[in-house]
């Protein structure tokens, strides 16, 4: 690898087509030849590849990039909507996931910022802290899905759609009133109903003894945490209060697993995954929730 890339060194900027980067300014002295350019708060939205490859190439041999050139666009603009309209454009041909394209959003930043405060790692892209302890990892997307389900009342979204969290979804998801401790908390609920749903799966796997009404567990996790938000409605617990929500989970698990119980009596063709993936589904665990809890069942 290291002798084809300083074979095509001369060739770099004929062959790569270069880098586009938005700034919110930029600036350079009128009338000279080479100016230096100075750019204020700049984003590579195309060509990170190229940068990298130029940077590892840079530390193996340093001398072989004097001759390079390479195309750089520069566009100034302090519109987001413009610079993720340009990253969309530009990585036509090299698609790059959504996620990414966000990632350098402010509210992502922002989120950032308050979760670092809290001593945790808000990973807006993919690994980006895969050095921390994961226990103190935020995965952005993983967030969005509790969000969706617990916040939004949308739990059929994050099961079935969770690509559009980072797309259509995303200004529904991440508004600027969104705080670090709403996706926390979310998350941390979501994380409990996960963990008696990882321990049925191991179950399954080792051919021990389980519970065979829980099975729900495997497509439904998000409807649980969907209840847990109902639950705490109806009881007038703020859902925030983690403390309080959580005691809510085995509740809503038991609530869920005798609406779907009910619902598997009824219909011969009964399905999991497709019980969970109906968007009606919800307002019948709401429904079902309310009626339970002011003892009309």
């Known amino acids: ?129 895969s050095d921390k302890p994961k226990p103190n990892r935020i995965d952005a997307l993983t967030a969005g899905q509790a969000h969706l389900a617990y916040g939004l009342e949308l739990p059929e979204v994050a099961k079935k759609d969770r690509g559009r969290i980072f797309s259509d979804l995303y200004d529904q998801v991440f508004t600027d009133e969104l705080l670090a401790d709403e996706l926390l908390c979310s998350l941390k609920i979501l994380n409990v109903i996960e963990v008696q749903k990882k321990n049925l799966q191991s179950a399954i796997r080792k051919q021990d003894e389980f519970n065979t009404e829980q099975l729900f567990l495997i497509d439904g996790a998000y409807h649980v945490l969907f209840a847990v938000g109902q639950i705490c409605d109806e009881r007038e617990i703020e859902r925030l209060n983690f403390e309080e929500a959580v005691k809510m989970v085995p509740i809503a698990v038991g609530y869920v697993a005798e609406l779907v119980k009910e619902t598997q009596e009824k219909d011969e063709s009964f399905s999991f995954n497709r019980y969970f993936k109906d968007a009606k589904t919800k307002t019948k665990v709401a429904s079902f929730i309310q009626n339970k809890e002011r003892g009309s069942v």
């Open 1 to 129: 690898m290291k002798q084809l890339f300083l074979k095509i060194t001369h060739y770099f900027g004929t062959i790569n087509n270069g880098i586009t980067i938005t700034c919110d300014s930029f600036s350079y002295p009128k009338g000279k030849r080479a100016p230096i350019v100075e750019l204020k708060n700049i984003q590579i939205v195309n060509g990170g590849q190229t940068s990298n490859a130029l940077f590892e190439a840079s530390q193996i041999a340093p001398e072989k990039l004097d001759d390079v050139l390479i195309l750089v666009r520069v566009i100034e603009t302090k519109s987001q909507p413009v610079s993720l309209a340009i990253a969309e454009s530009t990585n036509s041909q090299t698609p790059i996931k959504s996620r990414d394209l966000r990632s350098n959003d402010d509210i992502q930043k922002k989120l950032e910022e308050a979760f670092e405060g809290m001593g945790l790692f808000y990973e807006r892209k993919l690994s980006l802290h």
